[in-house]
């Protein structure tokens, strides 16, 4: 879970309830791990659901990246000043992505998906990395 995007989702929540959309997040993971998340992350006014098997991802044409791509990334952006650090440095929330990335499958990349009222595909976006996420004014745009 990229807690960064899910943060700036967080902020302008008033601006997606303004356009009228109804937010929900789905997460590659356990129930019981997203309610750890949530516990130390949160609170967020917009409901999670697990997608442990990932079935609904993998349908949906989400990618999974390479893991030594992944973490070279993690580490240059790091060093080139781009990312503080990927892992939080409060101790319980770090506890949370430790065990997330010992347990889930953090290299599945995310996406977002904008549907009618009648069930109907608008607009989607796969990211292809994990600085890939739409931002929150292309998403708005989108709405509009």
């Keep these: 879970m990229c807690q960064r995007h899910l943060a700036q989702l967080r902020r302008n929540y ?4 303004q356009k009228g ?13 997203i309610k750890r998340f949530l516990n130390e992350f949160g609170p967020y006014p917009f409901p999670f659901y697990g997608d442990r ?3 609904l991802y993998k349908a949906m044409g989400h990618i999974t990246m390479n893991k030594p791509k992944l973490l070279l990334m993690a580490a240059l952006g790091t060093a080139a000043g781009k990312i503080d650090s990927f892992l939080p ?3 319980a929330q770090r506890a949370v992505a ?3 990335m010992k347990t ?22 796969l990211d292809k990395s994990p600085d890939n996420h739409a931002s929150v004014e292309r998403i708005l745009d989108q709405l509009a």
């Design 98 to 100: 430790l065990h997330s």
């Design 53 to 55: 098997d990932r079935s």
């Design 104 to 125: 889930q499958d953090v290299y599945i990349q995310g996406g977002t998906w904008i549907y009618s009222e009648s069930g109907a595909l608008e607009w989607y976006h």
């Design 14 to 17: 008033h601006e997606f309830e």
């Design 89 to 91: 440095s409060d101790k």
């Design 21 to 33: 959309a109804d937010l929900k997040i789905i997460v590659p993971s356990s129930g019981r791990l």
